[in-house]
C-alpha cells in the first residue's frame, strides 16, 4: 500500500493531469466519486496506468468527462484480463493491447465484419459453375511436411493494421495470401499490396462493412491483377475507386480454389503450399486480448470457464501462414496472420489449436478456406 504522502503526491500529479477532476470515475450513472482509503489508492493507481497506456497507444480523447469514461472501460477490461491469468486455466495469456479503452461491442463493430453462414452442405458458386463439398475428409499425403512456416521463409508480409473504424478484415486477409502467393510462385520478396483497392473498388463486396475473400478474389480476376500500397495507399475508409489506377498492377492470380470443408487434413495440404484464407469466430472477449500461448476458444468471466468458440458466426478473417504438428504429435497450431497491428498477440500474429474434436476446425476456421493460384 501506498504511504498517506505518496497517495497524495501521485493524486496531487492525476488531479493536475485531469484539470482538477479527480477524484471522480465515470459508471453507468455517470460521473461518481472514488471511494477513499484503499479504493482511492487502488483508482489512483489505476489512473496512473491509464496514462501509460494512453502514452504508449497515442490515445486522447475529446473532453474530460469522454476520457474518464474510457477510463472506466479500462479499468474494467484490466480487471478482466488480470482475473483471467490469474485463475491459470487458460492455454494463453492475455494482454492489456491497443483494444482496452473499448466496450466488447464497440470492439466488434469496428473490427469485424458479418459473414454468411454456411449450411451444412455448402454450396458455393464459383467462377466454373456450382460446387456442392461433400463431408468426407481425406487425409493430408504423407509427403506434407510436419510443420511450415511462411513467415520464417520470407513470403509473408510485414502485419498490417486495418485500424479503429473500418471491419475490412477480409480483404486484408485476401490480400495476405495474394503476396504470398506471389512471391512463392516468383521466388522473389512478397510485393505489399492494397487492401484500399478492394474497399473502394470491389463491387462484390461492402468495404469497410463486409466481404468475402473469394470475392475479393474474383474481382482481381476480373481486373487482371491488383495494385500495390503505395500506389493506392490505405486510408481506413470507404472510397471512391479510382479508376485511374486499376491496371496498374503489382500482383496477378490466375484462379482461386476451395480447400475441402470441414477437413484441417486438407488445409493443412494447402497451407503446406501456400498461406490460405479462412473465417473466424473471434466474437468471445478473451481473443481480443490475446497475447501469447495456444488459443484454444476456451475464455473466462466472472470465474467462469466457457467455450469453445463458435463456428457459426465467423465474423472475422486471418491468413493462415503456417502450422506445427501433425498425426499424433502432442502440440499442433497453426500460424494465423491477423490485421489488427503488431501491439495485438505474438507481434499481429496467433497460434490456434489444430485438428480439434469439431470437423468445422477450431471457430470454424476450417468451414470455408480459400487461396488464391498465380
Given at each position: 500500500?501506498?504511504?498517506?504522502?505518496?497517495?497524495?503526491?501521485?493524486?496531487?500529479?492525476?488531479?493536475?493531469?485531469?484539470?482538477?477532476?479527480?477524484?471522480?470515475?465515470?459508471?453507468?450513472?455517470?460521473?461518481?466519486?472514488?471511494?477513499?482509503?484503499?479504493?482511492?489508492?487502488?483508482?489512483?493507481?489505476?489512473?496512473?496506468?491509464?496514462?501509460?497506456?494512453?502514452?504508449?497507444?497515442?490515445?486522447?480523447?475529446?473532453?474530460?468527462?469522454?476520457?474518464?469514461?474510457?477510463?472506466?472501460?479500462?479499468?474494467?477490461?484490466?480487471?478482466?484480463?488480470?482475473?483471467?491469468?490469474?485463475?491459470?486455466?487458460?492455454?494463453?495469456?492475455?494482454?492489456?493491447?491497443?483494444?482496452?479503452?473499448?466496450?466488447?461491442?464497440?470492439?466488434?463493430?469496428?473490427?469485424?465484419?458479418?459473414?454468411?453462414?454456411?449450411?451444412?452442405?455448402?454450396?458455393?458458386?464459383?467462377?466454373?459453375?456450382?460446387?456442392?463439398?461433400?463431408?468426407?475428409?481425406?487425409?493430408?499425403?504423407?509427403?506434407?511436411?510436419?510443420?511450415?512456416?511462411?513467415?520464417?521463409?520470407?513470403?509473408?508480409?510485414?502485419?498490417?493494421?486495418?485500424?479503429?473504424?473500418?471491419?475490412?478484415?477480409?480483404?486484408?486477409?485476401?490480400?495476405?495470401?495474394?503476396?504470398?502467393?506471389?512471391?512463392?510462385?516468383?521466388?522473389?520478396?512478397?510485393?505489399?499490396?492494397?487492401?484500399?483497392?478492394?474497399?473502394d473498388c470491389d463491387t462484390f463486396d461492402r468495404g469497410c462493412t463486409s466481404g468475402e475473400m473469394y470475392n475479393a478474389y474474383f474481382w482481381v480476376l476480373r481486373n487482371g491483377g491488383?495494385?500495390?500500397?503505395?500506389?493506392?495507399?490505405?486510408?481506413?475508409?470507404?472510397?471512391?475507386?479510382?479508376?485511374?489506377?486499376?491496371?496498374?498492377?503489382?500482383?496477378?492470380?490466375?484462379?482461386?480454389?476451395?480447400?475441402?470443408?470441414?477437413?484441417?487434413?486438407?488445409?493443412?495440404?494447402?497451407?503446406?503450399?501456400?498461406?490460405?484464407?479462412?473465417?473466424?469466430?473471434?466474437?468471445?472477449?478473451?481473443?481480443?486480448?490475446?497475447?501469447?500461448?495456444?488459443?484454444?476458444?476456451?475464455?473466462?468471466?466472472?470465474?467462469?470457464?466457457?467455450?469453445?468458440?463458435?463456428?457459426?458466426?465467423?465474423?472475422?478473417?486471418?491468413?493462415?501462414?503456417?502450422?506445427?504438428?501433425?498425426?499424433?504429435?502432442?502440440?499442433?497450431?497453426?500460424?494465423?496472420?491477423?490485421?489488427?497491428?503488431?501491439?495485438?498477440?505474438?507481434?499481429?500474429?496467433?497460434?490456434?489449436?489444430?485438428?480439434?474434436?469439431?470437423?468445422?476446425?477450431?471457430?470454424?476456421?476450417?468451414?470455408?478456406?480459400?487461396?488464391?493460384?498465380?
Amino acid at each position: 500500500m501506498l504511504s498517506s504522502k505518496s497517495s497524495l503526491h501521485v493524486a496531487l500529479i492525476l488531479v493536475v493531469t485531469l484539470t482538477d477532476v479527480l477524484p471522480l470515475v465515470s459508471s453507468s450513472r455517470g460521473l461518481v466519486a472514488v471511494p477513499t482509503d484503499g479504493a482511492l489508492e487502488d483508482s489512483l493507481l489505476m489512473m496512473e496506468r491509464f496514462h501509460g497506456w494512453m502514452a504508449k497507444h497515442g490515445k486522447s480523447y475529446a473532453g474530460v468527462e469522454e476520457k474518464l469514461r474510457r477510463f472506466d472501460i479500462f479499468r474494467r477490461n484490466v480487471e478482466f484480463i488480470e482475473a483471467a491469468n490469474r485463475d491459470g486455466r487458460l492455454s494463453y495469456t492475455l494482454g492489456v493491447n491497443q483494444f482496452a479503452d473499448l466496450t466488447h461491442e464497440e470492439f466488434l463493430a469496428t473490427h469485424t465484419s458479418r459473414r454468411v453462414v454456411p449450411s451444412e452442405e455448402m454450396v458455393i458458386t464459383t467462377r466454373a459453375g456450382v460446387v456442392v463439398e461433400g463431408a468426407n475428409c481425406q487425409p493430408a499425403p504423407n509427403a506434407v511436411p510436419r510443420s511450415i512456416n511462411w513467415v520464417n521463409q520470407s513470403k509473408v508480409t510485414p502485419v498490417k493494421n486495418q485500424g479503429k473504424v473500418c471491419g475490412a478484415c477480409w480483404a486484408f486477409s485476401a490480400v495476405a495470401t495474394i503476396e504470398s502467393a506471389y512471391a512463392i510462385a516468383k521466388r522473389g520478396e512478397p510485393p505489399v499490396l492494397s487492401e484500399q483497392e478492394l474497399i473502394d473498388c470491389d463491387t462484390f463486396d461492402r468495404g469497410c462493412t463486409s466481404g468475402e475473400m473469394y470475392n475479393a478474389y474474383f474481382w482481381v480476376l476480373r481486373n487482371g491483377g491488383i495494385a500495390n500500397s503505395s500506389t493506392y495507399p490505405y486510408k481506413e475508409t470507404d472510397g471512391k475507386c479510382e479508376r485511374g489506377k486499376l491496371q496498374e498492377h503489382a500482383a496477378t492470380i490466375r484462379d482461386y480454389k476451395f480447400v475441402k470443408h470441414n477437413c484441417e487434413e486438407q488445409l493443412m495440404a494447402a497451407v503446406a503450399v501456400r498461406p490460405v484464407a479462412v473465417g473466424f469466430d473471434s466474437n468471445d472477449e478473451c481473443f481480443k486480448f490475446y497475447q501469447a500461448g495456444l488459443y484454444d476458444g476456451m475464455c473466462i468471466k466472472h470465474g467462469e470457464y466457457f467455450g469453445p468458440c463458435s463456428s457459426n458466426d465467423r465474423i472475422h478473417s486471418l491468413a493462415i501462414v503456417g502450422y506445427a504438428g501433425k498425426g499424433g504429435d502432442r502440440v499442433k497450431y497453426w500460424i494465423a496472420k491477423n490485421s489488427w497491428g503488431e501491439k495485438w498477440g505474438k507481434k499481429g500474429y496467433v497460434w490456434l489449436k489444430k485438428d480439434v474434436d469439431e470437423p468445422e476446425g477450431l471457430c470454424g476456421l476450417a468451414i470455408q478456406p480459400v487461396y488464391p493460384i498465380v
